[in-house]
């Protein structure tokens, strides 16, 4: 169980990094930092946007329109730091032997 939980946490950071990327590109692309004429700009931020816009969906539905702003992300990296928090003080639990 122990080895799972870890493969869990790894997939979170890795979830989490991809997201930072993305909000972090998306902010660049929107100040007219980075150009989306670039052809290789543009596949990156076309592969974050349909892989991360699964995740923010649900987050989309719930969450009220503030315009612009896009509150979907720091609800994903909210709900992730949850998830990795109940994980790692379930595996705690497991290494110490303690009922839950």
């Known amino acids: ?3 799972i939980i ?5 997939l979170i950071s890795a979830i989490t990094t ?3 990327i993305q909000v972090v590109l998306s902010l660049l ?3 007219n930092i980075i150009n989306t004429h670039n052809e290789l700009v543009r596949s990156i931020y076309n592969g974050l946007e349909r892989g991360t816009e699964p995740l923010y969906r649900p987050f989309r539905r719930i969450l009220p329109d503030f315009g612009q702003i896009d509150l979907a992300p720091f609800a994903l990296l909210l709900t992730l730091k949850i998830i990795s ?3 790692t003080n ?8 303690a009922p839950l």
């Open 6 to 10: 870890q493969i869990l946490q790894v």
């Open 18 to 20: 991809i997201v930072l």
């Open 90 to 97: 379930y595996d705690a639990h497991l290494l110490v032997g």
């Open 85 to 87: 928090i109940i994980l």
């Open 29 to 31: 692309v929107s100040f």
């Open 1 to 3: 169980m122990h080895t």
